[in-house]
């Protein structure tokens, strides 16, 4: 499918939402589009209701313009303040539970590799550090082990936001949070080398604050799932709802946390996943 | 090792399969209805978790898989990351199935109202067993009564038989576009699963026709349909009235979407409930292996001279309210025998009926035991008296 998936039917074309029309127009579907062309196209995601300075607001628009196939890219979300935006996403997307994402995913991509054998559906988690990392790390963990050739991405706000700001398992140790009244007991999960030793064949972090470097890290992630197996990508989403900052220093924090190392930037390519990168750095080189 | 062969099956109509086709005898388990159910169900996946009594049904649904009757199966990571995988596997426009029992149906609870919200036609074998504590691993009915208001659709099977035919015309119903839920198809364990009976199946070199994910009346989740809807489930988190409004209406449309699959359930099953003896003043309703039980304590009744009808009840959601209403006008006493101890059946009928005290809520027996004929029979014996004590004071 490429711009076909939002054709309006004929006779239609006056009454359809404006919005509507300019994604038909000129939305991202079939054109290969990267965070470099953000603000020349009709993106995918329409007046979300997320906080101001919401770092998943900002990660979700950067991961939605690097798709690097939308027109065949299905999302499985999970409960969490980014699910509320799914529902103004152009993009196929499934809400069910709260952590059981990778394990529907998991079905949802076997479906789609018996229905269009010959045809490359990328199927995509996006959830929350509460979704990914704790309540649904079992079915994460499980999806990864049985080398289900999904993408997951953490948007990694470092608490249950959407539920007003409870510690998660991604918390820094000591962080004072609902439900950590006396600072958090425990270390931040190591969920990118948990990603490695569970079998993903990528893993990576990243903040908002690099967009190149983000849609780069979304686009091999789920280019090497698509071929390889499991990949994983934590992006640093600060939330000042919860954190207590001003909305305007998101960024600013993100930034600091990358530069001191606090938010440690990594990435893990397996043998097989950097060949396979390499031959895409060859394939993309300009002659 | 398996033995591998290569498929060839023949697409029929579902009328062929169910009621043309010419049948043989086979000498099976419930556990091997399942598979020969499977076999000719056209599954494209099926995903699988053991839990005891259920295990050896899906066990042998991944050994035809291993023989190409299915396009995919696994096993998944445990009875909540299954059905969530078979929910993500039906968005995805593909007819699929599993089984659980038991502690299994409760650990997976959270996706059986989902599965109905999402109107997905998922096709599930649940074989009843006690939920714990203390732990057992016997049969007992009791996950009936927790499922009942999931908005599935609920069969329940008495023999293997009942549970062949019922999961293969679970598909069809299931997947009718006025339809489009999810249905359980429950069985009890062990009586059912693990003995063997004469179970007559249609020829193995024929099958139900393909799933149309393109039916639907909820968009399949492919990319592929024109104009995109993003979400597969109506996802109404606002406090407004616009969002109360939708969701209870959403709510109200699974149910309705039930009550319409009242006629497909009568053209495919025959009705939602077989009787014997309509015209005797004492009648025993009954589903799954109560009705068996129960069947055997009319025989004995009999003898003793006491006539007693039966209301085998096939069909608990939609409930048939109305055929037992009409069965049950002239009775003087409604015996209603059940393998658990909250009543599940009897509460039902109460609900339904006028004067209810007709009901009498016995003999239950739960925690796995089997159900003796003599507590039937003693009820109905009880039952007799006081009828004769009425007509003589």
Same mark, same amino acid.
């Given at each position: 499918?490429?711009?076909?998936?939002?054709?309006?039917?004929?006779?239609?074309?006056?009454?359809?939402?404006?919005?509507?029309?300019?994604?038909?127009?000129?939305?991202?579907?079939?054109?290969?589009?990267?965070?470099?062309?953000?603000?020349?196209?009709?993106?995918?995601?329409?007046?979300?209701?997320?906080?101001?300075?919401?770092?998943?607001? &900002?990660?979700?628009? /950067?991961?939605?313009?690097?798709?690097?196939?939308?027109? *065949?890219? $299905?999302?499985? @979300?999970?409960? #969490?303040?980014?699910?509320?935006?799914?529902?103004?996403?152009?993009?196929?997307?499934?809400?069910?539970?709260?952590?059981?994402?990778?394990?529907?995913?998991?079905? &949802?991509?076997?479906? /789609?590799?018996?229905?269009?054998?010959?045809?490359?559906? *990328?199927? $995509?988690?996006? @959830?929350?550090? #509460?979704?990914?990392?704790?309540?649904?790390?079992?079915?994460?963990?499980?999806?990864?082990?049985?080398?289900?050739?999904?993408?997951?991405?953490?948007?990694?706000?470092?608490?249950?936001?959407?539920?007003?700001?409870?510690?998660?398992?991604?918390?820094?140790?000591?962080?004072?949070?609902?439900?950590?009244?006396?600072?958090?007991?425990?270390?931040?999960?190591?969920?990118?080398?948990?990603?490695?030793?569970?079998?993903?064949?990528?893993?990576?972090?990243?903040?908002?604050?690099?967009?190149?470097?983000?849609?780069?890290?979304?686009?091999?992630?789920?280019?090497?799932?698509?071929?390889?197996?499991?990949?994983?990508?934590?992006?640093?989403?600060?939330?000042?709802?919860?954190?207590?900052?001003?909305?305007?220093?998101?960024?600013?924090?993100?930034?600091?946390?990358?530069?001191?190392?606090?938010?440690?930037?990594?990435?893990?390519?397996?043998?097989?996943?950097?060949?396979?990168?390499?031959?895409?750095?060859?394939?993309?080189?300009?002659? | 090792?398996?033995?591998?062969?290569?498929?060839?099956?023949?697409?029929?109509?579902?009328?062929?399969?169910?009621?043309?086709?010419?049948?043989?005898?086979?000498?099976?388990?419930?556990?091997?209805?399942?598979?020969?159910?499977?076999?000719?169900?056209?599954?494209?996946?099926?995903?699988?978790?053991?839990?005891?009594?259920?295990?050896?049904?899906?066990?042998?649904?991944?050994?035809?898989?291993?023989?190409?009757?299915?396009?995919?199966?696994?096993?998944?990571?445990?009875?909540?990351?299954?059905?969530?995988?078979?929910?993500?596997?039906?968005?995805?426009?593909?007819?699929?199935?599993?089984?659980?029992?038991?502690?299994?149906?409760?650990?997976?609870?959270?996706?059986?109202?989902?599965?109905?919200?999402?109107?997905?036609?998922?096709?599930?074998?649940?074989?009843?067993?006690?939920?714990?504590?203390?732990?057992?691993?016997?049969?007992?009915?009791?996950?009936?009564?927790?499922?009942?208001?999931?908005?599935?659709?609920?069969?329940?099977?008495?023999?293997?038989?009942?549970?062949?035919?019922?999961?293969?015309?679970?598909?069809?119903?299931?997947?009718?576009?006025?339809?489009?839920?999810?249905?359980?198809?429950?069985?009890?364990?062990?009586?059912?699963?693990?003995?063997?009976?004469?179970?007559?199946?249609?020829?193995?070199?024929?099958?139900?026709?393909?799933?149309?994910?393109?039916?639907?009346?909820?968009?399949?989740?492919?990319?592929?349909?024109?104009?995109?809807?993003?979400?597969?489930?109506?996802?109404?988190?606002?406090?407004?009235?616009?969002?109360?409004?939708?969701?209870?209406?959403?709510?109200?449309?699974?149910?309705?979407?039930?009550?319409?699959?009242?006629?497909?359930?009568?053209?495919?099953?025959?009705?939602?409930?077989?009787?014997?003896?309509?015209?005797?003043?004492?009648?025993?309703?009954?589903?799954?292996?109560?009705?068996?039980?129960?069947?055997?304590?009319?025989?004995?009744?009999?003898?003793?001279?006491?006539?007693?009808?039966?209301?085998?009840?096939?069909?608990?959601?939609?409930?048939?309210?109305?055929?037992?209403?009409?069965?049950?006008?002239?009775?003087?006493?409604?015996?209603?025998?059940?393998?658990?101890?909250?009543?599940?059946?009897?509460?039902?009928?109460?609900?339904?009926?006028?004067?209810?005290?007709?009901?009498?809520?016995?003999?239950?027996?739960?925690?796995?035991?089997?159900?003796?004929?003599?507590?039937?029979?003693?009820?109905?014996?009880?039952?007799?008296?006081?009828?004769?004590?009425?007509?003589?004071?």
């Amino acid at each position: 499918m490429s711009a076909n998936i939002v054709k309006i039917s004929p006779g239609f074309e006056e009454i359809m939402p404006e919005d509507y029309r300019n994604l038909v127009k000129d939305g991202p579907y079939g054109r290969g589009l990267d965070v470099d062309k953000l603000g020349t196209f009709k993106e995918l995601i329409e007046e979300h209701p997320l906080c101001a300075g919401c770092g998943l607001a &900002l990660s979700l628009r /950067l991961i939605l313009a690097s798709l690097p196939n939308p027109e *065949d890219t $299905v999302i499985v @979300g999970t409960t #969490g303040c980014n699910s509320l935006s799914f529902s103004q996403v152009a993009i196929h997307n499934i809400h069910s539970l709260f952590g059981n994402q990778n394990a529907v995913a998991t079905g &949802l991509k076997r479906a /789609l590799k018996i229905r269009f054998p010959q045809k490359a559906k *990328d199927v $995509v988690v996006i @959830g929350g550090d #509460g979704g990914i990392g704790d309540i649904g790390l079992g079915m994460v963990m499980h999806s990864w082990f049985r080398r289900e050739k999904i993408t997951t991405i953490m948007l990694d706000n470092e608490s249950y936001s959407n539920t007003g700001g409870q510690e998660s398992g991604m918390s820094c140790e000591g962080a004072v949070l609902n439900m950590a009244p006396t600072g958090k007991k425990f270390p931040k999960i190591s969920l990118p080398e948990i990603a490695r030793d569970a079998g993903c064949v990528y893993s990576a972090t990243i903040t908002p604050a690099s967009p190149k470097r983000l849609g780069k890290v979304v686009k091999q992630a789920i280019l090497i799932a698509r071929e390889l197996g499991p990949t994983y990508v934590q992006i640093y989403c600060p939330c000042p709802t919860n954190y207590k900052f001003k909305p305007q220093e998101s960024l600013k924090r993100a930034k600091e946390k990358e530069k001191d190392g606090s938010y440690p930037i990594k990435e893990y390519l397996s043998p097989p996943a950097k060949e396979f990168v390499e031959g895409l750095e060859v394939v993309n080189k300009p002659r | 090792m398996i033995e591998q062969k290569v498929i060839e099956q023949k697409i029929v109509e579902p009328e062929e399969i169910f009621f043309k086709a010419r049948r043989e005898k086979q000498f099976i388990t419930g556990s091997e209805a399942v598979r020969e159910a499977i076999k000719r169900a056209n599954v494209d996946m099926a995903v699988s978790y053991p839990i005891t009594p259920q295990s050896e049904s899906m066990h042998l649904v991944g050994d035809i898989y291993a023989q190409g009757y299915l396009k995919d199966y696994y096993r998944g990571e445990d009875e909540l990351g299954v059905m969530s995988a078979v929910a993500g596997a039906s968005m995805g426009g593909v007819r699929v199935f599993t089984a659980t029992g038991g502690p299994g149906t409760l650990r997976a609870f959270e996706m059986f109202p989902t599965w109905a919200g999402a109107r997905l036609p998922v096709v599930c074998a649940f074989f009843c067993r006690g939920v714990n504590s203390p732990l057992t691993i016997q049969p007992d009915t009791i996950e009936i009564g927790f499922m009942l208001d999931t908005g599935m659709l609920i069969f329940h099977a008495e023999t293997a038989q009942d549970l062949f035919d019922m999961i293969l015309k679970s598909f069809i119903i299931a997947e009718k576009p006025d339809v489009h839920l999810p249905i359980g198809v429950f069985a009890d364990g062990f009586f059912v699963t693990h003995t063997r009976e004469l179970v007559e199946v249609p020829p193995e070199d024929i099958k139900l026709p393909s799933y149309n994910p393109y039916m639907s009346p909820v968009p399949v989740m492919d990319m592929e349909t024109p104009p995109v809807r993003q979400m597969r489930d109506p996802f109404v988190m606002k406090s407004n009235f616009i969002s109360y409004a939708a969701h209870a209406s959403w709510q109200q449309e699974v149910r309705a979407a039930g009550e319409r699959a009242r006629k497909h359930i009568k053209k495919y099953l025959g009705g939602f409930l077989e009787t014997e003896n309509e015209d005797a003043d004492i009648l025993i309703v009954a589903s799954g292996t109560a009705a068996s039980q129960a069947k055997e304590a009319i025989i004995r009744a009999e003898k003793e001279g006491i006539k007693v009808g039966l209301a085998k009840l096939k069909v608990l959601r939609p409930f048939p309210a109305e055929e037992i209403r009409r069965l049950v006008k002239n009775k003087k006493a409604i015996i209603v025998p059940e393998f658990n101890i909250t009543g599940w059946l009897a509460r039902e009928i109460k609900s339904v009926i006028e004067d209810n005290s007709r009901v009498v809520g016995a003999p239950r027996v739960f925690g796995g035991m089997t159900m003796p004929v003599e507590l039937i029979s003693n009820e109905i014996k009880k039952q007799q008296e006081a009828l004769n004590e009425c007509k003589y004071s």
